[in-house]
C-alpha cells in the first residue's frame, strides 16, 4: 500500500508563491513519475507538473515558467513550487505516483490540499 501525503497549500495573493510538498510511504525511485494534478469546480482534473525517476520534468501549459517540480530523494518527497499565483491557480491539488506495468500501471494518490488565490 502507497500513501500520499500532500502539504503546503492555503491561501496566496494574485503574485504571490505557495510550496507543495508530497511525502511518500516509501522511496520515490519505485515510481516511474510522480507528479501533481489539480482539480477546479466544475473542471475535469489536469496535470500541473510531472518528474521521471530520471529527473525528467514535463509540465503542464498553464504551469509553465511559473511553477517547477522537484524531487528530494531522500525524504522521498516531490515538491511543487509555485511562483507568479493567478486566480485561476485556485483549485484542489492532487499528488499522483505512478508504477508502470507490462500493459497497464498502478495510480496512486494523495488526499488533494486546497489552493485559494484571492486579493
Known amino acids: 500500500q502507497v500513501h500520499l501525503v500532500e502539504s503546503g497549500g492555503g491561501l496566496a495573493q494574485p503574485g504571490g508563491s505557495l510550496r507543495l510538498s508530497c511525502a511518500a510511504s516509501r522511496s520515490i525511485f519505485s515510481f516511474n513519475f510522480m507528479g501533481w494534478y489539480r482539480q477546479a469546480p466544475g473542471k475535469q482534473r489536469e496535470l500541473v507538473a510531472a518528474v521521471t525517476s530520471g529527473v525528467s520534468t514535463s509540465y503542464g501549459d498553464s504551469a509553465k515558467g511559473r511553477f517547477t517540480i522537484s524531487r528530494d530523494n531522500a525524504k522521498n518527497t516531490v515538491i511543487l513550487q509555485m511562483n507568479s499565483l493567478k486566480p485561476e491557480d485556485t483549485a484542489v491539488y492532487y499528488c499522483?505516483?505512478?508504477?508502470?506495468?507490462?500493459?497497464?500501471?498502478?495510480?496512486?494518490w494523495g488526499q488533494g490540499t486546497q489552493v485559494t488565490v484571492s486579493s
Open positions: 499522483n505516483a505512478r508504477v508502470l506495468k507490462r500493459d497497464n500501471f498502478d495510480d496512486y
